[in-house]
C-alpha cells in the first residue's frame, strides 16, 4: 500500500513516539540489573522501529536484526583472542549443550543479551501491529504506566521523571491514534491543514496540561509508602514475647528467635559503588552463639596516617573515597572491602583498632565527634578466579578460625563433607556450601525462628530442623559447615548496603539503617587471603572476581554480580544505643522477583484484555479452527455449538427449554438474517432424522461463517 | 406442509373460519388413528367441523347424539329376528361408519359411555358373540360439555386415556364471528365443498405416517416429559406410558403433516398439552390453588430440556 506523504510523517511521528516509551521500559531494566550498553539496546530499538517503519521485507529486516544482534554480541563479550566467529560458534556449542543437558541456569551472558534483543524484537513487533493495524496504543501505554510505577514502588528505581513523560507521550499517541481511527472509518482524505487543525489542540492541550502538572506544587503523598506500610501490617500481632529488635550490637552470645523490623537510619554513606559495609568479626562458637577471643591486648592505637592492618588486603583498583554520615551514637568505624586508611574530621584524632576482631573505633575525647561524618578510603579487592581455583588445600592455619564446640553433632560434619565431596578446590567447596542453602527448602524469615534450647545446637537446629531463619542462621552455619571440612572461616558483622536514595556524578546515596545490620562469612583461602561469602536466601554481596579463565565454567560469566537489596537485616537482642520506634518487616524483593511480579501482572492484564476482548478473537479463531471441518455430522455438531457458544456471548443465548428452531428463530430476529434457521435445519437433520444426511457443505459452510463472524465485535 | 393434507384443511377452511389449528389438528389425530375429544360449549361449529372434514375426505359421516336414556345398542347395532330367513340378522348402530361424532358423550349414563369406548379402542363391535370389524379408517370426534355442567355424566381418566388429543374449540374472534354471520346469511356452505381425498388414499397417507423417523433422542424427551408430570407435585396421578405412546404418534403424524420425515422437539412441544392435557389428574388442593392442566404442561416443559445433541444411552 503506498503511503501518503501525511501517513509517512504521521507514521514517523508515531514510531518516534514509540521509540520514547520503549525506551523508558529499558532503563529500570538496565538499572536493577545492572545490565550496561544502554545505548547499544537504545539502538536496536531504533533499528527495529526504522526498519519496520521502512516497511522492508521481511527476510531482510530479519537478517538486519540478527546481523546487529551478532555484532553487539561480539562487541561487548568477544574480548579474547578468538575471531568473532569463534567466539560465536564457541558460545553456541557451550550453550547448546548447558541446554541440552538441562542446566539452564549456567547459559552464558551472550544468550541472556541475545534472548534481551530477541525480546526487544517481538515487543517491536508487537507495537508495530497495535498501531498499523489495530490504530490504538492504549494497552502498552496503561502497561508501561503499570510497569514503571511498580518498579518506582518496589525496588530503588525512580520513575518521577519517567512516569511524566510516558504519561503525557502515551497520552499524545492515543490521541493521535484517535484521530487516524477516526479518518479510517469515514475514508476521509486529509489535507495537511486539516490534519494539523484535528491534531494540534490535542498535542497542545495534553502537552501544556503535562507541563502544569509536573511544574505545580504537589502535596504530600496520602497514602503512606506500600512496602513499609504492609510490613508494618503484617508485623501486627508479634509483639509480644521475646522478640528482638533489628539493629547492631556486641553481644550475639546467644542467637536465634524472632525479630521485628526497625528502619532507624544509622548512617547515610556516599559511594561509588554499592557494597557492604563491614564492622567486625567473631571466631569463635559456642553452639549457642558467637563470642570473640578479642581483648584490651589485641588492641592498638593508630593514627590517621598510619597503615592498617586489615586482614583484608587493599585491591589493585583505583583507590576511592566513601563518605559515612552517622546518624545515632555508634561506636565503630564501618569499614568497605579493601579499606587503607580513615579521614577523620578532627585530625587530632587517632583510631583504635582491635587486631583480633577488626573493630575499628574512635579514639576521641569528643563524643559527638563521629556524628560529623568521616571518609574512608579504600582500594576494592579483585579476586582472581583462576587463583581461587587453584587453592586445593588450606594450610593449617589460625586455630581460631577452624575452632568447633566439642558438642558439635556429627550430621553437622557429615552434612559438610557431602555437600563438598564433589569438589576439588577450596573455593568451589565454599560455593558449594554457599549454595546449599539457596538450593534445599531453606526459608528465610523473621518471624518464626526458633531458638535452641540447653542442650541444642544452634547451627544443627537450623540446618536440620527448623530450616528457616534469618542471616544469623545461615552465615553461623556456613562458617561452622567450612570449618567442619577444614577451611578457616570467620562470621562477619555489619550492614548491608543499603537502600539506594539518589546518585550523581558516578556516586550514589545509600541510606543504612538497623535494618540493613547484616551477617556474613569469609573463608581464608591461601594465597588469596580471606574471601566474603554471602549464604543468606535474598541477599547478594557484590564481590568483584575477576573471571581470567580461558574457558567459562560452572558458575562462570559476570564481571561483576550486583543487586540491590533493599533488605533490612536482624541482629539481637537488647541493644541500647537502639532507638525504639520498630517498625518494618522483611520482605524481600531481591533480584528476580520483582520481575515475576511485573510479569504476574503482565499475565493477569493480558487475560483480563483477552478475556474481555474475546468477541474479537474468539469467532476468527473459530473459524479458523472449524473452517476445513463442517464436512460431517459429528464436525458439524461441534460447528453448530462453537456458534451457539458464541452467539451467548452477544446475549443470545438458547435456553435449555427451547427448541432449536425457536433459537433460530430468535436469532435470526436479532441479526435480520434467514442464516440460523437455514443452519438449523440441516443440523436437525443430523440429529433428529435417524441417520446423517448429505448436505450441501459449502452452503453451510457459509452460513456458518457469516453467523461467527456477525458475532465479532 | 404435505400437498394432500393441506388441500383438505383448505376445503375445512372453506366452511370453517379461523378454525385451521382444530382441523389440523383433527387431521394428526385421523393420520395417528387416534380419537379426538372436543370440549367446549355447543354452538361453537364441533359439528359443522367434523361434517366438514368427512365430506372432505369422501367417508361415511355418522352422527349419535348422547342422551341420558340412550342404551349401547342404540350405538352399536341390534340383532333383530328375520321373519323372511328366520334368523336374527344384526342391524348395524350408528357406530358403523368411518368418522363418527360422538355429541355430548358425558350425557349419557356410563354403560353407553363404555360401549362407545371399547369400540373405539377395539375398532370392533361385538353383539350376541358376534364380533364385527368396523370400517377403515374409523374415527371418532367426541364432544363433551365442560364438566361442571349440570346433568353430566364425567368420563372416567381410564376412558378418558382413549382419546389421542383433547382439543378445546375456543369462540371466535370479531371478525370470525362476523364473517360466520355473513357466510349463514347465504345458503349452506357445508353443501358445497365436495370429497378432495379418497379413502385409500387417506388409508396410504395413515401407512407412511407410521415411517416418519423418532429419533432415540426424541424418545428420551418424551419420555422425561411422561415422567416429570409424575413427579409433578401438584399432580395425583401423572399420565401413563400409554400418553407416551400417543405422543410420539401423534408428533409422528405432526411432522408428516408438516412435510418432514422426522420428528423434531417442537412437534412434542406442540402436542404435548393436547395429549397430556386430559391424562393427568391434578391434586383438589392444587386445583383450589388455580393450577389447570394446561399450566402443568407449561411448567413441565419449561423444565424438561430439549434434546439438542445426539442420544447417548447412559
Not at chain 1, 464 to 482: A, H, I, P
Not at chain 2, 151 to 166: H, V
Amino acid at each position: 500500500m503506498k503511503r501518503s506523504g501525511i501517513e509517512l510523517a504521521e507514521q514517523f511521528l508515531f514510531y518516534l513516539i514509540v521509540f520514547l516509551i520503549v525506551r523508558e521500559w529499558l532503563v529500570p531494566i538496565m538499572q536493577l540489573t545492572d545490565t550496561g550498553y544502554f545505548s547499544l539496546f537504545s539502538l536496536f530499538i531504533a533499528l527495529c522501529l526504522i526498519l519496520s517503519y521502512l516497511g522492508w521485507p521481511l527476510l531482510v529486516s530479519c537478517f538486519l536484526k540478527m546481523g546487529f544482534i551478532l555484532w553487539a554480541l561480539v562487541y561487548v563479550y568477544n574480548d579474547s583472542e578468538l575471531s568473532d566467529w569463534a567466539f560465536l560458534s564457541y558460545e553456541l556449542k557451550y550453550n547448546f549443550t548447558v541446554l541440552v543437558n538441562g542446566d539452564w541456569t549456567l547459559v552464558s551472558d551472550p544468550i541472556r543479551t541475545s534472548l534481551l534483543f530477541v525480546l526487544i524484537w517481538m515487543l517491536i513487533y508487537l507495537i508495530q501491529y497495535w498501531i498499523t493495524v489495530r490504530f490504538t496504543i492504549f494497552y502498552f501505554f496503561v502497561l508501561t504506566v503499570f510497569f514503571i510505577a511498580t518498579l518506582d514502588t518496589f525496588t530503588d528505581y525512580d520513575g518521577t521523571t519517567a512516569i511524566i513523560k510516558v504519561v503525557v507521550l502515551g497520552l499524545i499517541m492515543t490521541s493521535l491514534l484517535f484521530v487516524k481511527r477516526l479518518i479510517q472509518t469515514t475514508n476521509a482524505q486529509l489535507k495537511w491543514s486539516n490534519y494539523l487543525i484535528y491534531v494540534a489542540p490535542i498535542v497542545v492541550f495534553i502537552g501544556v496540561s503535562g507541563v502544569v502538572a509536573a511544574v505545580l506544587p504537589k502535596s504530600e503523598p496520602q497514602w503512606a509508602d506500600p512496602v513499609p506500610y504492609f510490613k508494618d501490617w503484617a508485623g501486627i500481632g508479634h509483639t509480644g514475647g521475646s522478640i528482638s529488635q533489628v539493629g547492631y550490637g556486641d553481644n550475639d552470645e546467644s542467637l536465634g528467635g524472632p525479630f521485628v523490623g526497625d528502619n532507624t537510619l544509622v548512617y547515610e554513606v556516599e559511594t561509588p559503588i554499592r557494597q557492604y559495609w563491614r564492622v567486625e568479626t567473631k571466631d569463635t562458637y559456642t553452639s549457642k552463639g558467637w563470642e570473640s577471643t578479642a581483648n584490651m591486648d589485641s588492641e592498638m592505637i593508630l593514627e590517621q596516617s598510619d597503615p592498617i592492618p586489615f586482614s583484608i588486603l587493599p585491591g589493585d583498583k583505583e583507590a576511592e573515597k566513601v563518605t559515612v554520615y552517622p546518624l545515632t551514637n555508634q561506636p565503630f568505624l564501618v569499614q568497605a572491602y579493601g579499606t587503607t586508611n580513615y579521614n577523620l574530621n578532627n585530625v587530632d584524632d587517632s583510631l583504635k583498632f582491635n587486631q583480633a576482631n577488626e573493630k575499628m573505633v574512635i579514639q576521641t575525647s569528643n563524643v559527638e565527634m563521629h556524628l560529623t561524618g568521616y571518609e574512608l578510603v579504600y582500594q576494592e579487592p579483585s579476586y582472581s578466579f583462576s587463583q581461587l581455583k587453584d587453592v586445593e588445600t588450606s594450610s593449617k592455619g589460625n586455630e581460631r578460625y577452624l575452632q568447633l564446640p566439642e558438642t558439635l553433632p556429627t550430621r553437622v560434619k557429615d552434612l559438610a563433607h557431602e555437600i563438598t565431596a564433589d569438589y576439588d578446590s577450596v573455593y568451589d567447596k565454599a560455593r558449594a556450601i554457599e549454595s546449599h542453602f539457596k538450593r534445599g527448602d531453606f526459608k528465610y524469615e523473621t518471624t518464626n525462628v526458633a531458638i535452641p534450647s540447653a542442650d541444642e545446637d544452634y547451627v544443627d537446629q537450623f540446618l536440620f530442623e527448623t530450616k528457616r531463619g534469618y542471616c544469623d542462621n545461615f552465615s553461623t552455619s556456613m562458617v561452622v559447615l567450612l570449618r567442619s571440612v577444614g577451611i578457616q572461616a570467620r562470621w562477619v558483622k555489619g550492614f548491608a548496603s543499603g537502600e539506594r536514595i539518589s546518585s550523581s556524578n558516578g556516586m550514589h546515596w545509600y541510606q543504612v539503617t538497623n535494618n540493613d545490620a547484616h551477617s556474613w562469612v569469609e573463608a581464608y583461602i591461601d594465597g588469596v587471603g580471606w574471601v566474603p561469602f554471602e549464604p543468606t536466601i535474598g541477599f547478594n554481596n557484590p564481590v568483584s572476581i575477576n573471571y581470567d579463565v580461558e574457558t567459562p565454567e560452572d558458575d562462570v560469566a559476570q564481571q561483576l554480580e550486583k543487586k540491590e537489596d533493599v533488605v533490612p537485616e536482624p541482629e539481637e537482642e537488647d541493644k541500647k544505643e537502639q532507638v525504639a520506634a520498630a517498625k518494618s518487616k522483611t520482605i524481600d524483593f531481591s533480584k528476580w522477583q520483582w520481575l515475576l511480579y511485573v510479569l504476574a501482572a503482565i499475565l493477569l492484564i493480558a487475560g483480563i484484555v483477552l478475556w474481555k476482548r474475546r468477541g474479537s478473537w474468539q469467532p476468527k479463531l473459530a473459524v479458523q479452527i472449524h473452517q476445513s471441518k463442517l464436512k460431517d455430522a459429528t464436525t458439524f455438531e461441534d460447528g453448530y455449538f462453537v456458534l451457539i457458544k458464541q452467539l451467548e456471548r452477544i446475549h443470545l443465548k438458547r435456553n435449555d427449554n427451547e427448541t432449536l428452531q425457536q433459537f433460530a428463530k430468535r436469532v435470526d430476529a436479532q441479526l435480520e438474517t434467514t442464516k440460523m434457521a437455514e443452519l438449523t435445519a440441516v443440523y436437525e437433520q443430523i440429529i433428529y432424522a435417524g441417520k446423517a444426511r448429505q448436505f450441501d457443505t459449502s452452503k453451510v459452510k457459509e452460513s456458518w461463517e457469516y453467523l461467527i463472524n456477525r458475532t465479532s465485535s | 406442509m404435505n400437498e394432500q393434507i393441506e388441500k383438505i384443511i383448505n376445503n375445512i377452511e372453506k366452511v370453517m373460519i379461523g378454525k385451521r389449528e382444530i382441523a389440523e389438528l383433527s387431521i394428526v389425530s385421523l393420520l395417528a388413528g387416534g380419537h379426538v375429544l372436543l370440549e367446549d360449549v355447543p354452538g361453537v361449529g364441533k359439528t359443522m367441523m367434523v361434517r366438514a372434514l368427512s365430506k372432505s375426505l369422501g367417508t361415511t359421516f355418522k352422527r349419535i347424539q348422547f342422551t341420558p336414556d340412550l342404551l349401547p345398542s342404540d350405538v352399536i347395532g341390534v340383532s333383530v329376528y328375520n321373519p323372511k330367513t328366520l334368523q336374527f340378522e344384526f342391524r348395524p348402530g350408528p357406530i358403523v361408519g368411518n368418522i363418527v361424532l360422538a355429541d355430548e358423550i358425558n350425557r349419557t349414563s356410563p354403560k353407553t359411555q363404555a360401549a362407545l369406548l371399547e369400540s373405539m379402542e377395539e375398532a370392533s363391535v361385538t353383539v350376541d358373540g358376534e364380533t364385527i370389524q368396523l370400517p377403515k379408517p374409523f374415527f371418532v370426534m367426541a364432544t363433551q360439555n365442560p364438566i361442571e355442567y349440570e346433568g353430566t355424566y364425567p368420563l372416567p381418566e381410564a376412558q378418558l386415556d382413549r382419546f389421542l388429543l383433547k382439543i378445546k374449540m375456543g369462540y371466535p374472534s370479531k371478525e370470525e364471528e362476523i364473517e360466520v354471520l355473513r357466510r349463514a346469511e347465504k345458503a349452506s356452505s357445508i353443501d358445497q365443498i365436495e370429497a378432495v381425498i379418497s379413502l385409500e388414499q387417506l388409508i396410504e397417507l395413515q401407512q407412511q405416517v407410521k415411517q416418519v423417523h423418532v429419533e432415540d433422542n426424541i424418545k428420551e424427551y418424551i419420555v422425561s416429559l411422561a415422567q416429570t408430570t409424575r413427579h409433578n407435585e401438584q399432580v395425583y396421578l401423572g399420565v401413563s406410558p400409554r400418553a407416551s405412546i400417543a405422543l410420539m404418534k401423534a408428533a409422528q403424524a405432526y411432522a408428516f403433516m408438516k412435510g418432514r420425515a422426522f420428528v423434531i422437539p417442537d412437534d412434542v412441544q406442540y402436542l404435548t398439552k393436547f395429549v397430556f392435557g386430559h391424562r393427568l389428574i391434578l391434586r383438589p388442593e392444587a386445583r383450589y390453588e388455580g393450577a389447570t392442566e394446561e399450566k402443568v404442561i407449561e411448567s413441565v416443559l419449561r423444565y424438561v430440556p430439549v434434546p439438542v445433541k445426539r442420544f447417548v444411552q447412559q
